[in-house]
């Protein structure tokens, strides 16, 4: 059985989009509709979310989850970058705009997708399964060099030479197919344990980013994402790695000094100690806001 996905910071959130009659969210990220739910809810009876995922899955879960809200609530399968400019191009001028990053409790426990190293599942990761490009292409197909460079800069691998190194002479007898193929060349070369988390999350997490374009589609997203809103509305963006975190500070300092706006969070915003006791996975939160100029 699936867990459903708990929304992170989702009364910080509902703060900062102040939710207003008429008002309208572009949720890029609606995983399963829980931040969009509140929203609408909060809303009610006039406010609206455009809302959009890449992954079919994921959306089809959220049409579920927020059928109660009618026609108050748009559904698009598509990445962030793209997202905003359908929204663009349709005319829309939202108040708010939410980047949730990273993968939802449903698909790490989806045991087919092959996110989650604690299964043994075929080695895929894409959020959208429709892009050709599967986590086995990458650690297949990549040279030395750039698996080392995946593992150092997407997850802070500090062997990231010696991984690379061993992915290469593991594939040239035989091909990564499934997550357990990778974790245990990582046990082999690291040992099981990498201080607090396994030795094989950082090379999990660089191969998820890698194939999902996850650092592009961000570096892209936002400057989009602060030209659509409307004047005085707001982004806010729930970073869980840090490299994804340095991303989003860049990005409003730069904005602000273009006078695109003003940063609302001077530091990022971090889940109280409630909310991680009653959710773990929002332990690494970190939210930031910005507000368009008026
Ligand atoms: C953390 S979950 C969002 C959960 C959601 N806020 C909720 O309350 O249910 C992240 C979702 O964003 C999607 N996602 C991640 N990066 C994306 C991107 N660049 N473009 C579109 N969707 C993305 C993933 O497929 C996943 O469903």
Known sequence: MTRPHIPVMAG????????????????????????????LAASAPTGQVLASDRDARALSIAEERLAEFGDRVRFLQADSVIALKTWRDAGHRPDAVLLDLGVSSMQLDDEQRGFSLREDAVLDMRMDRDQPKTAADVINKSSTGKLERILREYGDEPRSRKLAEAFVARRRERPFRTTGDLRRVVEDVLGHKGGRIHSATRTFQALRIETNRERELLQKALPMAIDLLAPGGRLVVIAFESGDDRIVKQAFLDAAEAGAGEVLTRRPLRPGRDEVGRNRRSRSARLRAFARQD
């Open 12 to 39: 910080e959130v509902l703060e900062l989009v102040v939710p207003r009659a008429s008002c309208v969210l572009v949720d890029l990220t609606v995983g399963a509709g829980g931040h969009a739910g509140e929203f």
